[in-house]
Structure formats: C-alpha cells, structure tokens
C-alpha cells in the first residue's frame, strides 16, 4: 500500500532562517505531488505542485519554492523566512490517470511551522 | 476561481444524531470529493461522487448531488465522538487544480 511521510512535524524558526520541509511517498512511482499550506485550520492553499522529476510548477509568488531531486521526493524550500510563513505545511500525493481530474489526493500528517 | 464553500461553518451535535454538511460550488465539474482532517492532521479522503452521479454510500456516509443547484451534502448517520474533525468539500478547477472549501468543524458531544 502507499504511503506519505512528511517531517519534522513541528518546526520552530527564526525569522530570516532557511526552511527545508521534507516529503516522500512510498508504495507507487511517478505520482504527482503537490505543497499547500493552511491558515487557522481551515481551507487549504495550494503552494507547488510536480508532475514528475523537476517539474514544479508554483501557484504563489512568494519567498518560498519547491524541488523534486527524486520521482518520490518533494522538498519545501526557503531561503529566508518571513512571519507570514507561519502556518500548517500539506504534502499531497495523486495518481496521474485523467492528469489529476477524478482523482483523489492523499495527504502526510504535515508540519506545523511557527515563525519567531 | 471555482471553489467549495461549506455550510455551516461549524455544526455541534450529540452522539447518535445525524449531521448533514453542504457545499456550493460555482462552475461546472466532473467530480466532487469530501475530505476528513482530525485536529492537527492531514486530510483523509472520504469519497468522490461523479457528476453523472445522484447519490453514493460509504458506510454511515451518504453524499448527494445536484449538479443543477451545483450543491452537495454530506450526511453523516448515527455520528460518533470519534467523527469530531473538520470536513472539507474539493473540486477540480479547470486547470486540474484541486480546489477546497473553507471547511465544516463538526463536534460530536458523547
């Protein structure tokens, strides 16, 4: 069966420190895979989102970017980080069959991110 | 930009009772997915209902569509303590983006 994992859970960090948000599916290959974030619990944002090795395409301008080095990995990436960064970091897996459409997304646990 | 928007917004109940959610969207799909995420956890996904479809079970779930009042509920049936958690509607945009609402906070009082 497959499987997500996403880490750390929680994250502490200064303002203006780099991020790196780890993401790896196991148990199927060439899956697409996407970042969101989540304010307050409620609706999700879609960030990045790979349909294969370097492919990223990104839905937010902002400080933050992805990378897919490998089939089954996605890393979330900042430079430096600012305190709107805060917020709750999804990693989301889908099958390709239909190019997404009719297709459900399974998501990690995800990382709780807190800006100081 | 197509979205679900859930209503209510929170729904408190007591153990035993039914709790019907509903989602609007705004343009045309071809499917409708509801998601479960419990208190500081990922989204689990709960079922997906084709637009050719009307209505479809999974266990104490039903989900229904109209497609001509682009509206959907969830109804949950005979709920339990542990079915507290956030509920979600999604949909396909055009661009292939899955696109969610803000979310139902169902707590269900033992």
């Known amino acids: 069966s497959q499987t997500i994992h996403q880490w750390p859970a929680t994250l502490v960090q200064p303002v203006g420190s780099p991020l790196s948000l780890e993401c790896t599916v196991e148990?199927?290959?060439?899956?697409?895979l996407y970042w969101y974030r989540q304010a307050a619990g409620r609706g999700l944002q879609l960030l990045f989102y790979s349909v294969g090795i370097g492919q990223i395409s990104s839905e937010v301008p902002q400080n933050l970017s992805a990378s897919r080095p490998q089939d089954r990995q996605f890393i979330l990436s900042s430079k430096k980080l600012l305190l709107s960064d805060s917020g709750f970091y999804l990693c989301?897996?889908?099958?390709?069959?239909?190019?997404?459409?009719?297709?459900?997304?399974?998501f990690g646990d995800g990382t709780r991110l807190s800006i100081l | 930009s197509q979205q679900g928007e859930e209503d209510p917004q929170a729904l408190s109940i007591q153990e035993g009772e039914n709790a019907t959610m509903n989602c609007s969207y705004k343009?045309?799909?071809?499917?409708l997915q509801w998601y479960r995420q419990n208190s500081g956890r990922g989204l689990v996904h709960l079922i997906l209902?084709?637009?050719?479809?009307r209505e479809k079970h999974s266990g104490r779930l039903r989900v229904t569509l109209d497609t001509s009042k682009k509206s959907s509920s969830l109804l949950i049936t005979a709920s339990r303590a542990a079915d507290t958690a956030s509920y979600f509607c999604?949909?396909?945009?055009?661009?292939?983006?899955?696109?969610f609402g803000q979310g139902t906070e169902l707590s269900v009082k033992p």
């Open positions: 999604a949909t396909y945009n055009q661009g292939g983006k899955l696109i």
């Open positions: 989301a897996w889908s099958h390709k069959l239909g190019q997404g459409s009719n297709q459900p997304q399974h």
């Open positions: 209902i084709r637009s050719n479809e």
């Open positions: 148990g199927t290959s060439n899956p697409n």
């Open positions: 343009t045309s799909i071809n499917n």
